[in-house]
């Protein structure tokens, strides 16, 4: 079991940055692989980012790739996005998800911890 909590969304304008942040429960974040997804109000929950368990690598939506970062700090018990140009249409509620499964990291299904969710909103 682990508990997950999402800070550092906000509102900001077209081009702006900002750094969410989740930070995990328990003594065992490292055994977990970790990701992003993001729910914009009427659309499916979809795929923003992920890391394995030691941060050696990463994955990102192709609607991100170049703008978005994401990093963890284990001894922290934290995992981070890193949101550069931000645009319009990142607006949406950002999740952290864990899993403990071995596969198919950028499917809603493979995570079995869901944190409540960050609102990013980006203006024009």
């Known amino acids: 079991q682990v508990q997950l909590v999402e800070s550092g969304g906000g509102l900001v304008q077209a081009g702006d940055s900002l750094r969410l942040s989740c930070t995990a429960s328990?003594?065992?974040?490292?055994?977990?692989?970790m990701g992003w997804f993001s729910q914009a109000p009427g659309k499916e929950r979809e795929f923003v980012a992920r890391?394995?368990?030691?941060?050696?690598?990463?994955q990102y939506a192709d609607s991100v790739k170049g703008r978005f970062t994401i990093s963890r700090d284990n001894a922290k018990n934290t995992m981070y996005l890193q949101m550069s140009s931000l645009k319009p249409e990142d607006t949406a509620i950002y999740y952290c998800?864990?899993?403990?499964?071995?596969?198919?990291?950028?499917?809603?299904?493979?995570?079995?911890?869901w944190g409540q969710g960050t609102q990013v909103t980006v203006s024009s």
């Open positions: 328990g003594r065992t974040f490292s055994s977990y692989a």
């Open positions: 890391i394995s368990r030691a941060g050696g690598t990463t």
């Open positions: 998800a864990a899993t403990d499964k071995h596969t198919n990291y950028d499917r809603r299904n493979s995570y079995n911890y």
